[in-house]
């Protein structure tokens, strides 16, 4: 049974920074894609970046681009996400996640889910 763990989440003021972890265990994820998603209250649960396998591959939301590092330890069974410069929009329940296809932005390409880490970024 795979399990994601995600950790890291906080209350941070606007313009500060967050690093979040997902630790997977279960299987060797080493092969796969990971993705970091996000759901704020009453909306969608949304795309903010995935990485390759190998980690030469990442894609983020252009709604993070510049300000959010996707990054993974392989060797630890471990993925990364460093937020700077965070604003309140990006208030969520952070999310990381497994996929076994193809580079995706979709959650239904997704597999394995985590619980989710709480991130409330104040003015």
């Known amino acids: 049974q795979v399990q994601l763990v995600e950790s890291g989440g906080g209350l941070v003021q606007a313009g500060g920074s967050l690093s979040l972890s997902c630790a997977v265990s279960g299987r060797t994820f080493s092969n796969y894609y990971m993705g970091w998603f996000r759901q704020a209250p009453g909306k969608e649960r949304e795309f903010v970046a995935t990485?390759?396998?190998?980690?030469?591959?990442?894609y983020y939301a252009d709604s993070v681009k510049g300000r959010f590092t996707i990054s993974r330890d392989n060797a630890k069974n471990t993925v990364y996400l460093q937020m700077n410069s965070l604003k309140r929009e990006d208030t969520a329940v952070y999310y990381c996640?497994?996929?076994?296809?193809?580079?995706?932005?979709?959650?239904?390409?997704?597999?394995?889910w985590g619980q989710g880490t709480q991130v409330t970024v104040s003015s």
């Open positions: 996640a497994v996929n076994r296809g193809l580079r995706s932005s979709s959650p239904d390409r997704y597999e394995y």
């Open positions: 990485i390759s396998w190998g980690g030469g591959n990442t």
